[in-house]
């Protein structure tokens, strides 16, 4: 994994990939599907996402303030789907699904090595984590497999669908 | 148009496609293109967007509470660019890009006919609009064209790259 410049972390969240999301509280990790997210900022980059009390990931991210994004390319696509299909309060999904963690640099989940981009998070805002389930992370660390030059990532449409990155574009945008 | 259950609009929102945002604010209507939008909630259908006040929509948005969120496929690629490209301060985009403005049935601004799904919303929250830009909007009305079935969407990967939508897989997946 090589570092990312934190300025570009907003081109891999952007387009919309099913993420994973690590979390670790006394000793356990645990892992989550999750595609309710979106960039709020560029530098330092923040991303707000959606996390339901339902979710065993709910309670560590809250206690923790920590968290790290994984992004799965289409090859991980069975697996993302049982990590969303079952609960860490009944299994380590790491072992169950054969993911392996790494330890993170500035914060205490572990990064997935199957996955080609990892970021590295602390919740800054919590506060709307009542009203609508919503943390505001910042990305303090970022991380990018180079061997990857084109990932295919998964975007979900609902209910067992998902859209797979097709090729890319170039056009005359002044956006950033 | 068709019109869309409300209980179906994530799956056209949680992808990650690049929108049109139109507004209308004392009888003149704006587009702006974006990509930092989430979904909140399934039903009623919470979507959480970043404006900036840089955005010339940020003012009409933050006074009429209302707007109408248009998703264009990729042949539209070139007018979302130029879109994105120029200010509504100066130009009235709609004509000067040839896109059709529809009346919608539940918001002022306008739908986009171009755009092969068309979502009227109103603000419910702009609580944070100081603190992060950011708006939360209730999808009140949603359109859909029929005879599109696979929109190759556009997805953001900063710097005038874009992904376009590829093949759709399916997995057994049990998350909505």
New interface residues.
């Given amino acids: 994994m090589r570092e990312l410049p934190l300025s570009?972390v907003?081109?891999l969240l952007?387009?919309?990939?099913v993420v994973l999301l690590t979390t670790a509280r006394r000793g356990r990790t645990n892992i989550m599907?999750m595609?309710?997210?979106?960039?709020?900022?560029f530098e330092p980059p923040?991303v707000?996402?959606?996390v339901s009390p339902a979710d065993h990931s709910f309670g560590a991210l809250r206690a923790t303030r920590e968290c790290v994004i994984a992004i799965p390319a289409?090859e991980l696509?069975?697996k993302v789907?049982e990590v969303?299909?079952s609960s860490g309060r009944d299994v380590d999904k790491f072992a169950k699904f054969g993911l392996t963690p790494v330890p993170a640099k500035r914060v205490a989940p572990p990064l997935v090595a199957e996955c080609f981009a990892n970021l590295e998070c602390r919740v800054v805002d919590s506060r709307?984590a009542k009203r609508?389930?919503?943390f505001?992370l910042e990305v303090v660390k970022a991380w990018i497999d180079p061997a990857v030059t084109a990932p295919?990532?998964l975007?979900?449409?609902?209910?067992?669908?998902?859209?797979?990155?097709?090729?890319?574009?170039?056009?005359?945008?002044?956006?950033?």
Avoid: D
């Avoid at 952007?14 to 990939?17: I, N, R, V």
């Avoid at 595609?35 to 900022?41: P, T």
């Fill in positions: 570009k907003y081109q952007e387009p919309g990939p599907t595609s309710w997210h979106m960039m709020v900022e923040l707000a996402c959606v289409v696509a069975p789907v969303g299909n709307w609508y389930c919503f505001v295919r990532t975007h979900h449409r609902g209910r067992g669908e998902f859209m797979v990155a097709g090729r890319t574009i170039r056009l005359p945008s002044r956006m950033k």
